[in-house]
């Protein structure tokens, strides 16, 4: 859920000659790849479905943190466990790099955050699923963070200069984490036990379709790729990017010695593409509406989380009006 | 968070570089602020010096008013060192 | 503990002190991960969390040369059970609310930072390089936490009130951390780790100031202390703390790697 499914309100493309003088001024800038900055003028809905589309970015970093969290503290080794650690830290980073982003066009943070814990804004569906075993950490890394970054190299040219700027910062820093999560697996598929062997593929078994739907509903249903596309706040088309996404992952898989759950799955020399079979839709939309195994427990943890935390902040900022007030009486 | 105001986040990152902007955070006080963008910031040892400044504090020019405050020197190449032709023989200044 | 013990045992003894002291405060910050009160307070906690498990790590590293009996450091933080690890009491007990994780955090760093300090002048190269760095990483989680403590201590009432009863409920165990035994009176005679009676000022010192800075009121000299950490003799927490953090190589002791 990065630029997957992020209403736009525009049914469908103005023309330029449609547009009032402004709106042509900004895109003719966007034309010519001129970035937006904050305090240019830019259409009301481009600012709407930039504030839509970085937030739920920033929430799918922030939410994105629990399933590996699940398992930091049952890390089998002192150099894994500093490894998710450090990958963990990175997303609540990334998270917050997205947040400021989006503050930078006058849109709250806790205001936004309050949308997500109120279930009026939606995250990335793949933290919906359990992780259930430690090759899970391993997977997350490889397809999951593997297919996010298929989505943010092209985010990297979106047309909102801080938006451009944050996924570069987080994608020069997200290299290692695909490396880490494929490492984990290679190592138990070349060194592991039987018992660690079958654990992968299981892992591999239950995360294929659930990444493949990271890159959201085909072309064909997507009414918002358009706009999104013209103000160039999406790059590729959603179907472009899960065919790259497959094309690169599956000698990945080859090389791991593992299979997907997919017959379907086999390259097409006509097209130079993998070929693979339908994604289940309905699956995707439940998820997506709260019906994911884990919808609940990943709000709930985040609500308890901020809702609970509010004394703590609260106690911050008195602290701190009591010290100006102090230096105030000082001067 | 909770009205914990936003600062802005200047990192050098080597000496001799200026101060560049990086973003954001929020914090209670300048000091939980310098901590939060150590802690953002500069995981990957980014900076050799933070700045925070309260967001509040800054006054930031108008892309509007981009022809007004910068075209001006535009025409004043002199004020560049490449506007000076100097012989060969003179060698590197 | 035996008063004939070499000083290579006590040193063996220590280091696996300051390992498993380290990873078990660093397995509770984990705990944590997607729990902090605000995000910005997530980054720090996994920092703070991060910094400990590498410390652990360098230390275990150490020890196991020296036990040199086939156990790495691997072996060490996740095949030992509760009665071997030597861990201060002070680190395994719960994250309760944020006053509590403060003021664990807090009462630790002080002693850790000071301890560390001596460290780096160990005639040991090894222990001096790594104190070395650890110190400086102890300094930054003692200003944050000595912050924190100040926040909530001299915050709202509610926050006072918190941070109050944490500083009480965690007190009983700071004298088994900062009191030393046999082990760590041969180390500082061996000229490794600090002078006792200098640690013990040094920290009390510390504490008193941000304690009162923070409006506190330190609990009364000579209240009871909870012992037993350097014996194997833990409180219930870490037997659970366990049972989670080597789950892997438990269930898998066939697993050679991971």
């Known amino acids: 859920m990065y630029a997957q499914l992020v209403e736009t309100g525009a049914k469908r493309l103005k023309t330029l000659e449609e547009m009032s003088p402004e709106e042509r001024e900004f895109q003719m800038k966007v034309d010519a790849e001129t970035k937006i900055e904050a305090k240019n003028w830019m259409p009301e809905g481009y600012r709407k479905t930039l504030v839509r589309q970085m937030s739920q970015h920033a929430h799918s970093e922030v939410v994105g943190m629990l399933p590996e969290g699940n398992w930091v503290t049952r890390a089998p080794t002192l150099k894994r466990k500093l490894q998710l650690m450090a990958k963990i830290q990175d997303e609540a980073g990334h998270g917050l790099y997205l947040y400021s982003a989006m503050e930078t066009l006058g849109a709250d943070r806790d205001e936004e955050i309050d949308k997500l814990h109120e279930g009026k804004v939606k995250y990335s569906s793949i933290f919906n699923y359990p992780t259930l075993s430690w090759a899970d950490m391993g997977t997350v890394g490889w397809l999951v963070d593997g297919a996010a970054i298929v989505n943010q190299v092209v985010l990297q040219r979106t047309s909102y200069g801080p938006y451009s700027r944050a996924m570069i910062r987080i994608c020069k820093e997200e290299s290692f984490h695909q490396r880490q999560g494929y490492q984990i697996l290679l190592d138990m598929m070349r060194e592991g036990t039987e018992e660690q062997k079958q654990m992968v593929q299981d892992s591999i078994n239950r995360f294929w379709w659930p990444a493949l739907m990271m890159f959201g509903p085909s072309d064909a249903d997507s009414p918002n790729s358009q706009q999104s596309m013209a103000w160039k706040i999406k790059r590729k088309s959603n179907d472009e990017l899960r065919q790259m996404f497959i094309d690169q992952t599956v000698p990945q898989l080859e090389f791991l010695g593992c299979t997907a759950p997919d017959p379907d799955l086999k390259w097409n020399d006509e097209r130079g593409h993998y070929d693979f079979g339908e994604i289940d839709w309905q699956e995707f939309y439940e998820v997506l509406k709260g019906n994911g195994p884990c919808n609940k427990e990943r709000i709930e943890t985040r609500k308890n989380a901020i809702n609970g935390g509010a004394w703590v902040r609260e106690a911050a900022k008195a602290y701190a009006e009591k010290q100006q007030q102090k230096q105030q009486n000082a001067a | 968070m909770a009205d914990w105001p936003l600062y802005e986040v200047f990192v050098r990152s080597k000496h001799g570089l200026n101060h560049k902007h990086v973003g954001s955070v929020h914090a209670a006080d300048s000091e939980m602020a310098m901590e939060n963008a150590r802690d953002l910031y500069t995981r990957r040892s980014e900076g050799v010096s933070i700045w925070v400044v309260p967001s509040s504090a800054i006054t930031a020019s108008s892309p509007d008013e981009k022809e007004v405050l910068f075209d001006p020197s535009d025409d004043k190449i002199y004020r560049h060192a490449s506007f000076y032709k100097l012989p060969d023989e003179v060698g590197h200044m | ?258």
């Open chain 3, 1 to 258: 503990m035996s008063n004939d013990i070499t000083q290579n045992e006590a040193l063996q003894e220590y280091l696996l002190r300051l390992a498993d002291s380290d990873m078990i405060l660093g397995q509770r910050l984990c705990e944590l991960c997607g729990k902090a009160p605000a995000l910005e307070e997530e980054m720090a906690l996994m920092n703070v969390a991060l910094d400990l498990v590498g410390q652990a790590r360098n230390w275990y590293e150490y020890a196991a040369e020296l036990l040199d009996d086939g156990r790495s450091a691997d072996d060490l933080a996740f095949r030992r059970d509760a009665q071997y690890y030597r861990n201060a009491l002070m680190v395994e007990q719960p994250n309760g609310d944020y006053a509590v994780t403060m003021a664990r955090q807090f009462f630790f760093d002080a002693w850790h930072y000071f301890t560390l300090q001596a460290l780096t002048k160990a005639p040991d190269e090894r222990i001096a390089s790594i104190a070395a760095k650890a110190t400086k990483e102890s300094q930054y989680h003692l200003r944050r936490s000595s912050e924190w403590v100040r926040r909530l201590g001299d915050g709202t009432e509610e926050s006072h009130e918190r941070m109050q009863a944490a500083v009480d409920d965690l007190w009983r165990f700071t004298g088994d951390m900062i009191e030393a035994d046999e082990v760590e009176r041969q180390m500082f005679e061996a000229g490794i780790g600090p002078d006792p009676e200098q640690l013990v000022a040094d920290w009390k010192g510390l504490v008193n100031e941000v304690l009162t800075e923070a409006t506190l009121t330190p609990p009364p000299e000579g209240a009871w202390m909870y012992r037993g950490a350097k014996e194997g003799h833990h409180t219930e927490h870490l037997g659970f703390i366990l049972a989670e953090m080597q789950f892997l190589p438990r269930a898998y002791p066939d697993a050679k790697t991971w």
